[in-house]
């Protein structure tokens, strides 16, 4: 069971879009649609962001979104804001009851 | 609203045995859900270690299979987490969970940081 794969960092200006991509195998991501994200501030617990690949809890807002390809899911954040700069894990369900984590990425607002 | 609160030593020593418990509010445990623990290294990221369920049932990340138990105590409402031969690789803040499904982290404790270290 290896972490899954998602880029160290990505960036974008206010307004603008940012997809975080997250890469798995065909026995996590690509098995199934159990693709979670979550945010995280400095020095605060995650939060659920993004269920079930595309799903959003409420009180998320729009903005973000889910999706996945083969073994490759994806975060998009429309419209950037000054607090979506965090860092956004993604976790894959990857059978029998486990779960696996990506490795995590910083998203920063120019 | 669910709420979860952990507890346990901040410091523990090499070799020793770590011992966390979560208290949960707003729900009883028996009642459903899956229970979990994550944790996350200075500086790192986030690491799935372990989930329960009401029923009995518990499933353990490969990697610490062999040192980690969790359990439920429905009447206490409150599950807990034993990691054992700490070492220094073992420093983490530690987190409870919700595992809504047995796929997703819903609701998360505030975390608690366990130092290991002579």
């Known amino acids: 069971q290896s972490d899954l794969t998602q880029p160290r960092s990505v960036s974008g200006s206010p307004g603008q879009s940012v997809t975080i991509s997250c890469t798995g195998t065909?026995?996590?991501?690509?098995?199934?649609?159990?693709v979670s994200w979550y945010q995280q501030h400095p020095g605060k617990a995650p939060k659920l962001m993004i269920y079930?690949?595309?799903q959003r809890p409420s009180g998320v807002p729009d903005r973000f979104s889910g999706s996945k390809s083969d073994t490759t899911a994806s975060l998009t954040i429309s419209g950037l804001q000054a607090e979506d700069e965090a860092d956004y894990y993604c976790?894959?369900?990857?059978?029998?009851?486990?779960?696996?984590f990506g490795t995590g990425t910083k998203v920063t607002v120019l | 609203q669910v709420q979860l609160q952990e507890s346990g030593p901040g410091l523990v020593k090499p070799s020793e045995t770590l011992s966390l418990t979560c208290a949960v509010s707003?729900?009883?445990?028996?009642?459903?859900?899956?229970w979990g623990w994550i944790r996350q290294p200075p500086e790192k990221g986030l690491e799935w270690i372990a989930t329960?369920?009401?029923?009995?049932?518990?499933y353990y990340n490969p990697s610490l299979k062999s040192r980690v138990t969790i359990s439920m105590d429905t009447s206490r409402n409150q599950f807990s987490l034993r990691l054992t031969s700490m070492t220094a690789a073992d420093t983490a803040i530690y987190y409870c969970?919700?595992?809504?499904?047995?796929?997703?982290?819903?609701?998360w404790g505030q975390g608690i940081l366990v130092t290991v270290s002579s």
């Open positions: 065909i026995g996590d991501v690509g098995l199934f649609n159990y």
């Open positions: 707003g729900y009883s445990i028996g009642s459903g859900y899956y």
């Open positions: 969970v919700t595992v809504d499904g047995a796929r997703s982290f819903d609701y």
């Open positions: 976790c894959s369900y990857a059978g029998s009851y486990t779960l696996v």
């Open positions: 329960t369920v009401h029923t009995g049932g518990a």
């Open positions: 079930d690949v595309s």
